[in-house]
């Protein structure tokens, strides 16, 4: 690997996300910070940061800054469930952010392309290739399918079929979440490597709230399986 990582941040919105995580470094430090708890341990073997950063764009930002400025971690691998928007997927499968873009970033009615940064360089953010290639391989090892794509995230929870044809059709998304952008756009900011992996707990449709409750565990299952894996290879 190019990337030499001594210590890697791991973030999830929710409990549900860094559960087994958690399950897996049960002697850690605690620091906290705006708010949010930073658990400092190993995990396998290696020198993790993991955190709940909350939900939303606003509180993945916040904790990927933190993560950068107070504790030197070394790359930022965002683990998660995502509702699909790419009609090939299926409850539980992966998708390995390419890219990450703000699907509710919008300034059209002054010209701007949706989803575009008034006045940036940047709306749309690349993931680090080669964290990108160890994602897809380790979760090729497992049942259900595994795809790289474009993660899209907003402040809302998609639960119609319509927008999802527009998220699908304007913005060429694979899933949607509500942080990895942030994550991203931070990280693009600090120069910092990362990766969002996100399992399908939904399709963003008009069942979208319902998949979303019996199916969180599942998916933050199958994601967490995926940064297990990563971490043992590296
Ligand atoms: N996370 C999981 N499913 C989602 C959805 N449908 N919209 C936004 N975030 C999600």
Redesign the pocket.
């Known amino acids: 690997m190019r990337l030499e990582l001594k210590q890697i941040g791991i973030i999830g919105a929710m409990d549900d996300e860094i559960a087994l995580l958690l399950e897996g470094m049960p002697e850690h430090s605690v620091t906290a910070s705006a708010g949010i708890e930073f658990r400092v341990g190993k995990f396998q073997s290696k020198q993790v940061v993991v955190c709940k950063s909350g939900v939303g764009k606003v509180n993945a930002a916040v904790c990927t800054q933190i993560l950068i400025d107070r504790f030197g971690v070394d790359a930022i691998i965002f683990t998660?469930?995502?509702?699909a928007l790419d009609p090939q997927l299926n409850i539980g499968d992966i998708v390995v952010s390419t890219e990450c873009q703000q699907h509710d970033m919008d300034v059209t009615a002054l010209g701007f392309p949706k989803g575009t940064i008034p006045f940036a360089e940047l709306s749309v953010f690349q993931a680090d290739p080669e964290l990108v290639e160890l994602a897809y391989s380790a979760a090729s090892q497992f049942d259900g399918q595994a795809v790289r794509g474009k993660v899209l995230s907003?402040d809302?929870?998609?639960?119609n079929r319509d927008t999802v044809e527009q998220l699908r059709e304007e913005l060429q998304g694979t899933c949607?979440?509500?942080e990895g952008a942030a994550v991203a756009q931070v990280c693009a900011m600090n120069g910092f490597p990362f990766v969002i992996i996100r399992s399908?707990?939904?399709?963003?449709d008009g069942s979208?709230h319902m998949n979303?409750t019996e199916f969180?565990q599942l998916a933050s299952s199958n994601s967490y399986r995926i940064v297990e894996e990563m971490l043992r290879r590296l």
């Not at 998660?80 to 509702?83: K, S």
């Not at 399908?200 to 963003?204: E, F, L, P, Q």
Request: charged fraction near 15%; avoid cysteine; hydrophobic fraction near 50%.
């Open positions: 998660g469930v995502a509702g907003g809302q929870f998609v639960a949607t979440e509500m399908m707990s939904d399709r963003a979208a979303f969180t």
